[in-house]
T-cell receptor, first 112, second 111 residues
Framework: EAQVTQNPRYLITVTGKKLTVTCSQN?????MSWYRQDPGLGLRQIYY???????DKGDVPEGYKVSRKEKRNFPLILESPSPNQTSLYFC???????????FGNGTRLTVT | GESVGLHLPTLSVQEGDNSIINCAYS??????FIWYKQESGKGPQFIID?????DKRQGQRVTVLLNKTVKHLSLQIAATQPGDSAVYFC??????????FGPGTRLSVLP
């Protein structure tokens, strides 16, 4: 089944403790992206990647890192999480920039 | 389930009626538009898309209308069913840019 898989689905952590949210897609998509979703604000892009080893900042990149060492994986790294990063995170992929995004089922992160 | 928006506009429709969900987009240069459906606890799911060289596109029970003059997009759902209850949002894409998403509308289907 074609899908984008994120892990974990739920994560509770404390301020400053480094964490990684994994994202993997099995559709051989070139483009991958991370979003956060907050009440009333909609989906905001954190980082995106046009291809392996090519990443770029989205609209809200502060406090996040990503890497794209392989085509299928695009992990999101929070080196020192803070409470304002408490949010619902989505990974997405698409064949190209100009085609529909396929989303994972989300990761609910709580930073205390 | 996951809360995707506590302050979203809500549209309530009777089961079997038609639903119309609207979206005002921001960039007059956007040339590709998508409607997504997001159910509680799930990621957004593609419904239908339209490019700027069209003003209407139909799918199964859904129709998207694009009015470039007033930068307006609408999603029509025919014979709305309980399974259509979700948050719906539009996304716009301009050349060389990334998708920009609208805040969404919650559709509630009444029995």
């Amino acid at each position: 089944e074609a899908q984008v898989t994120q892990n974990p689905r739920y994560l509770i952590t404390v301020t400053g403790k480094k964490l990684t949210v994994t994202c993997s897609q099995n559709m051989n998509h070139e483009y991958m992206s991370w979003y956060r979703q907050d009440p009333g604000l909609g989906l905001r892009q954190i980082y995106y990647s046009m291809n392996v080893e090519v990443t770029d900042k989205g609209d809200v990149p502060e406090g996040y890192k990503v890497s794209r060492k392989e085509k299928r994986n695009f992990p999101l790294i929070l080196e020192s999480p803070s409470p304002n990063q408490t949010s619902l995170y989505f990974c997405a992929s698409s064949f190209s920039l100009n085609s529909p995004l396929h989303f994972g089922n989300g990761t609910r992160l709580t930073v205390t | 389930g996951e809360s995707v928006g506590l302050h979203l506009p809500t549209l309530s429709v009777q089961e079997g009626d038609n639903s119309i969900i609207n979206c005002a987009y921001s960039n007059s240069a956007s040339d590709y538009f998508i409607w997504y459906k997001q159910e509680s606890g799930k990621g957004p799911q593609f419904i239908i898309d339209i490019r700027s060289n069209m003003d209407k596109r139909q799918g199964q029970r859904v129709t998207v209308l694009l009015n470039k003059t007033v930068k307006h997009l609408s999603l029509q759902i025919a014979a709305t069913q309980p399974g259509d209850s979700a948050v719906y949002f539009c996304a716009e894409l301009g050349y060389g840019q990334n998708f920009v998403f609208g805040p969404g509308t919650r559709l509630s289907v009444l029995p």
